[in-house]
């Protein structure tokens, strides 16, 4: 029995130290996976002391960056048993993220980061006057093999150009320039970056014009340089772009024609370009942009008319501002049929004529501006749709355009626009006439009771002759 019982006690211990002998290995094993190579781990510390200060030295990390207590804004992943960084974001972006010093910099170690894929700055260089900052123009080709996200956001006190070097970034995908006082050209090196699926330089100080070579980024979906002073026409090539989703160029200083090569955006759902110098007219183009949802060209002396438009063909359009345009001629009776459409605004043109009833009729319509026009004739639109509207219906400042009287005791009249007076006017017409008829009446039979007629002989004549006879009767009768 004894010898049993320490048989049983000496397996016991043995499984014991079997677990533990396993647990043990195993926790080795996985701090073997976690570690960090030693030349990234030091880049990692040297570029982040960079940003935030010399004080930052990662003591309160264990067991490395990427172990049990990460820093916030940055990831890691595992190549070939080692901890790499694959994401580093910079600047205030959360509470606890890395908030960068008043003297924040580069340093060339931020190159030297074998497998980063994201690599962004958000509110880090925030004094341009005191410590403004340019991005480095060199070893960007480094982080080519792996690059796939690379942006600067809302940095005021980052300025100077966009670097060439960015070109050679071949793996990136987005890159975005939001915000900042960057100025100068844009590079026609980005052009080369064939697998970009966005592009955002919005809010900048670029100028210049638009390079050509974006038109052969084929993969390209969103575009947006909008809030600069770029100049110069819009390239022709920009109808190579056939993936492109959004295109945002408002705000500028452009000039020129709309290219006819729009036409081939078949998959744009917008196309924003208010606020420039574009001139021309509408290109009939326009019209091919099946999948158009939202066409903005607000505040450009374009010019033309509506007319050369099938409207017809842009069933899906949802927003459509051709304000401040100079525009002439009429509405197309073809808008009406924009069942989609939920905002029209056509207000500030020179634009003639009647409104069709059809448009109250839209089913999706939220707000219709004509106002600042020469519309003209009787608004035929229903109380209800006065109702619905209030002042997102805008017809006022057109002379000529009045509303039924009978919708004064209801309330729902549109703002700013006069009653009708075709009632007033017509009684005046008519008691005009009423007296006309009466003073011929009394000639006609003052002159047959005189065997006399007015036909054919002047008017003035006529009177004199009747006073003549009067005259001579009354001698006689005395």
């Not at 300025?159 to 939001?178: E, K, M, N």
């Not at 809010?203 to 014009?209: E, H």
């Not at 729902?412 to 008691?431: I, M, N, R, Y």
Request: charged share 15%; aromatic share 8%.
């Amino acid at each position: 029995m004894e010898k049993l019982c320490v048989k049983t006690q000496a397996l016991f211990l043995t499984c014991i130290l079997s677990l533990f002998l396993n647990v043990f290995c195993m926790s080795e094993s996985e701090t073997n996976l976690s570690l960090m190579e030693k030349s990234e781990k030091e880049a990692l510390y040297s570029v982040i002391q960079g940003f935030v200060g010399k004080w930052w030295n990662g003591s309160e990390l264990y067991p490395d960056p990427c172990g049990w207590t990460p820093i916030q804004g940055v990831s890691c992943d595992l190549f070939d048993g080692f901890w790499y960084v694959t994401d580093l974001n910079v600047g205030l972006i959360q509470d606890n993220s890395l908030r960068c010093a008043p003297n924040a910099e580069f340093r060339r170690h931020l190159f030297e980061f074998k497998h980063l894929q994201t690599l962004s700055f958000i509110n880090c260089f925030i004094d341009p006057h005191q410590h403004a900052v340019t991005i480095p123009t060199d070893n960007w080709e480094k982080l080519a093999g792996s690059l796939v996200s690379l942006e600067f956001r809302s940095n005021p006190g980052l300025i100077g150009q966009i670097p060439p070097s960015f070109g050679s970034l071949t793996r990136l995908q987005s890159l975005v320039l939001l915000e900042n006082r960057l100025s100068g050209e844009l590079p026609a090196t980005l052009g080369s970056i064939a697998r970009v699926r966005r592009i955002v330089l919005a809010g900048n100080m670029f100028t210049g014009q638009i390079p050509a070579s974006l038109g052969g980024l084929t993969g390209l979906l969103i575009f947006d340089s909008s809030r600069n002073f770029l100049t110069g026409s819009l390239p022709s090539t920009f109808g190579g772009l056939t993936s492109l989703l959004k295109l945002d160029l408002s705000n500028n200083l452009l000039d020129g024609m709309l290219p006819s090569g729009l036409g081939k955006l078949k998959n744009l759902t917008l196309l924003d370009l208010r606020n420039n110098n574009l001139s021309g007219g509408l290109t009939k183009s326009l019209q091919e942009m099946v999948s158009l949802e939202e066409l903005v060209l607000s505040n450009n002396p374009l010019g033309g008319d509506l007319m050369g438009i099938e409207w017809e063909n842009l069933q899906n359009l949802i927003s459509l501002d051709l304000s401040y345009n100079g525009l002439i001629g009429g509405i197309p009776e073809k808008m009406t049929v924009l069942s989609k459409l939920r905002f029209l605004g056509l207000n500030h043109n020179i634009l003639s004529g009647i409104i069709s009833p059809k448009l109250a009729a839209l089913p999706s319509l939220g707000a219709l501006y004509l106002h600042g026009n020469n519309l003209t004739g009787k608004l035929e639109f229903s109380e209800w749709f006065y109702g619905k509207m209030g002042r997102r219906f805008g017809a006022w400042s057109n002379p000529n355009l009045c509303y039924p009287v009978e919708l004064i005791p209801t309330g729902h009249v549109p703002f700013g626009v006069k009653p009708c007076q075709q009632e007033v006017t017509l009684l005046e017409a008519d008691s005009k006439t009423k007296l006309s008829d009466v003073n011929s009446d009394l000639n006609a039979s003052f002159s047959v009771s005189l065997g006399y007629s007015n036909y054919g002989v002047d008017g003035s004549w006529a009177f004199i002759v009747r006073g003549m006879v009067v005259l001579l009767l009354l001698i006689y009768i005395l």
